[in-house]
């Protein structure tokens, strides 16, 4: 879709629930159920979609979709990426408060100036949220998104200067001193 740089994914559509249309969403925002706030979300091809109720699920919400009304209608949006205008988002809270998208693409430099790789992805495995940074040579690295770890970012600028934990950014040589043989 032409112009995706000003939308945010905030939710992905899952599986059905029930026989009526309603789908499952798995949701990006703080509140999951703050999803519904944004007014109409659309997909990667334009498409349109008014959440017209929603409520909590275990790991997801459950929502209704305006103009889906049977479960194939539902399953047909299984997968569909949900986006609003960036300009719909509230202004940040705290100077520490990024977006996601925001940071992806944006350069790692370590403590000495070097390049130490750029962020393909944020991830979250439950313990808090880890940059994904592809390393120049192509490997991939996780490092925590902390302040400890993050202590400078310029998002204008594209640029996050890393304090690293020792040894994150080192080649892996294939053996393990501490392995067991």
Do not use: W
């Not at 949701?27 to 909590?56: H, V």
């Not at 100077?95 to 350069?107: H, K, N, T, V």
């Not at 592809?134 to 202590?151: H, I, N, Q, W």
């Amino acid at each position: 879709m032409a112009g995706t740089d000003n939308l945010v994914l905030l939710g992905i559509v899952g599986a059905p629930h029930g026989v009526r249309g309603e789908v499952r969403i798995k949701t990006f925002t703080g509140d999951p159920l703050a999803i519904a706030d944004y007014g109409p979300l659309t997909d990667g091809k334009g498409r349109s979609f008014e959440i017209i109720d929603i409520r909590p699920a275990k790991e997801v919400v459950v929502a209704r979709l305006k103009g889906v009304a049977t479960r194939e209608a539902a399953e047909a949006l299984n997968g569909v990426e949900l986006f609003v205008s960036r300009d719909k988002l509230p202004a940040a809270e705290d100077e520490d408060e990024f977006l996601q998208a925001d940071l992806i693409g944006c350069s790692v430099i370590g403590p000495d100036g070097v390049p130490l790789g750029t962020v393909s992805t944020v991830e979250n495995y439950g313990a808090g949220d880890l940059l994904d940074i592809e390393t120049p040579d192509g490997r991939s690295v996780l490092m925590p998104f902390t302040k400890a770890f993050a202590p400078r970012i310029d998002i204008a600028a594209r640029r996050i200067e890393a304090e690293p934990p020792a040894g994150l950014f080192e080649p892996d040589d294939g053996r393990r001193d501490d392995a067991k043989r």
